[in-house]
């Protein structure tokens, strides 16, 4: 099976702030972060796409026993994308303690951040964060 993004292709762009994600020929779905196949429909004829870096906040949690090397609190959240996939990530610009349900519906910006290598993962790897638009 080919993978039209590797996860190589897909770290790089994130080191350069871009975020790569395929679109589906035969449905449209747009697939972020890419896998080998639509998630949708399950076609493999996928084309690559530069997605916009917006969404909207669709859930949180806050964390606050968190695993070895990190430091909670923390938020973890779920973006719908402009394009339509939900992506994961870490929402960075906003106190975990003031967290509420107010932050459901708003408007996001993604970003990205190095993690180093530690006991669970042994490469430094590029993921995800979120920022408020209006913070
Ligand atoms: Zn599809």
Redesign the pocket.
Known sequence: MEYKITFNHYQQGLEQGKFLGLT?N??H?VIFPPAAV?R??G?SDLTPTELSGRGTLRTFTVVRVAPEGKKPPYIVAMAELDEGPWALGNLINMNPDAADMGLIGKRVSLGRHMVKGDTYASDDTWVLTFALKDA
């Open positions: 589906c035969a449905c779905s639509c949708e429909c076609s």
